[in-house]
Every structure is written in structure tokens, then in C-alpha cells.
């Protein structure tokens, strides 16, 4: 069975201190209001509605954590960037993302979604040179790729690709189209990785490794 089908709603999360306890590894994904994340996740799931799709980008509030099959969780972060919300609760979202990824022991992976059609983003960049210094892998979805011609989007595939080489093999990157389901089964391959027992035990310890990395010699 697909590693993301049969995906179930477990619990939404407003604030740091509401987070649960660890109960699996878990896989985050975040991205732009407007980059196709709630519509990935769907897809992923064979779910039209597990995720919510809203017209309107910076709708996603919350942490919201869907349960696999497997145990494993799914979290669905909030979308960043979208300059309409206030700034008040850009910087509440701001502060629950942060806490989220910098102290989630139980996070072994991030997929980073975007817009194919426009990636790498200042913040898109901020959210990969930040997060993959923690040692975690990092799986990019470009996503809307049906909107590019095939050569166009393998070209935007291709730069990417170049532009982040330089963080090795723990950051990915893929094509992904939503509207005609493609890059499912390339996605499910690397996140399966991730869960797998071998794959999981060494995403946690060089996490843990690079965590204690700035304590050594002191």
C-alpha cells in the first residue's frame, strides 16, 4: 500500500506548548502560502480533503498532524510569506514553525515545497540553509510542474538541482504535478527511505551529531 494512503486526522496544534508527545517519527512539510503544499499532501494521501485547499493562500494556521498507517506522522505546517495576513500572526506562525523544526526530536525529514514555476525564493532559501544544517534530509517538491512545458520543466529541475548541490546528498529534489498525480511514486520512494529502519537510525544520529556538534570542546 502507497506509504501515504489511508492517512487520518490525529491533532491540530496553535502553539508551541500544545505539541504532543513524540508517539512516531514524523515528516513535516512546509512551503509558500501559494506553492501547492495542502493540494501535494492530498495527493500524496489519494485524499481530496485531508489537507485543507483554500483559494485564499495563508489559510493554514495550525500544525496539523495526519497519522499513517505505519505509525508514522505527517505534519502539515503552516504556509509562510503571504504578506496579507497581519503581521502580528505572521510572527505567531513565524514562532510555532521555528519551534516545531528546531526542537521536534521525533522530526526526521522536511519536504519543502515549490512552485516550480517560481523556486527558490529568498525565504525558500532561508528554510533550506537553515534546515539542512541540522542534518536532517530535505526533499523538495517542485510542484505545478504541468503548468511548464516538459523541456521547461526539466530545466527547472535541472537548476535547482545545481543551485543546491552544494549541500549534498541529504537535500532532493523532484518534479511534482498535483493536477496529473505525477511524482507520487518517486516521492513515496524517498520518504519511504526516510522511514526505513536503516534510513531513520541515520538521519538520527547525525541530527543528534550535529545538535552537539557547537557543544564539543567546551
Not at 516521492?187 to 534510513?199: I, M, Q, T
Amino acid at each position: 500500500m502507497p506509504l501515504f494512503r489511508n492517512a487520518t486526522f490525529e491533532i491540530s496544534i496553535a502553539k508551541p506548548s500544545g505539541l504532543p508527545p513524540p508517539s512516531g517519527a514524523e515528516i513535516a512539510f512546509a512551503g509558500r502560502s501559494n506553492a501547492g503544499k495542502s493540494s501535494a499532501i492530498n495527493t500524496l494521501a489519494g485524499h481530496v480533503r485531508l489537507a485543507y485547499v483554500s483559494k485564499t493562500p495563508g489559510r493554514t494556521q495550525l500544525l496539523n498532524f495526519f497519522r499513517l498507517n505505519n505509525g508514522a506522522l505527517l505534519v502539515d505546517l503552516p504556509g509562510y510569506g503571504y504578506a496579507a495576513v497581519p503581521e502580528k500572526v505572521r510572527r505567531e506562525w513565524s514562532g510555532l514553525i521555528e519551534t516545531y523544526l528546531r526542537t521536534r526530536e521525533s522530526l526526521i525529514g522536511l519536504v519543502l515545497i515549490m512552485d516550480s514555476r517560481h523556486p527558490l525564493t529568498p525565504l525558500d532559501r532561508q528554510m533550506i540553509d537553515w534546515f539542512a544544517h541540522s542534518g536532517r534530509p530535505l526533499h523538495v517538491l517542485l510542484t505545478k510542474s504541468d503548468k511548464l512545458s516538459r523541456g521547461a520543466a526539466a530545466a527547472v529541475l535541472q537548476q535547482v538541482r545545481r543551485e543546491l548541490e552544494g549541500f549534498g546528498p541529504q537535500v532532493t529534489v523532484q518534479l511534482f504535478s498535483s493536477l496529473k498525480k505525477s511524482g507520487v511514486e518517486e516521492a513515496e520512494r524517498v520518504l519511504g527511505g526516510w522511514l526505513a529502519p536503516s534510513g531513520l537510525a541515520a538521519a538520527t544520529d547525525e541530527a543528534a551529531n550535529k545538535t552537539k556538534a557547537p557543544d564539543q570542546g567546551t
